[in-house]
């Protein structure tokens, strides 16, 4: 069974960046689409970025055009990287496959926090 660790949150101003990262356990190539969740105090989890096997993404639409998702095969990894962060980007983000793999599957995720 797979499973992912998160890194690379931190505190940031809003406007600044930061890039996440996401290490698998096993192979990643096998999944067909790949996603970054993310969780914010009070809300349930919900998909920001997918990454498609053959190279395209998709994106929520509060997330669009300042992040940028993308995968290493070969690093069995996924990565983050957020500009222009606004305040209601804080929140815990993590990474699984979409459709998300069962409960064990999940890291703790990378806490993000955008304040002034």
């Known amino acids: 069974q797979v499973q992912f660790v998160e890194s690379g949150g931190g505190l940031v101003q809003p406007g600044g960046s930061l890039r996440l990262s996401c290490a698998a356990s096993?192979?990643?190539?096998?999944?067909?689409?790949m996603g970054w969740y993310r969780q914010a105090p009070g809300k349930q989890r919900e998909v920001v970025a997918t990454l498609i096997r053959g190279g395209s993404t998709n994106y929520a639409d509060s997330v669009k055009g300042r992040f940028t998702a993308s995968r290493d095969n070969a690093k069995n990894t996924v990565y983050l990287q957020m500009n222009s962060l606004e305040p209601r980007d804080t929140a815990v983000y993590y990474c699984?496959?979409?459709?998300?793999?069962?409960?064990?599957?999940w890291g703790q995720g990378t806490q993000v926090t955008v304040s002034s």
């Open positions: 699984n496959v979409i459709p998300a793999l069962d409960l064990s599957s």
């Open positions: 096993g192979s990643i190539s096998r999944f067909i689409a």
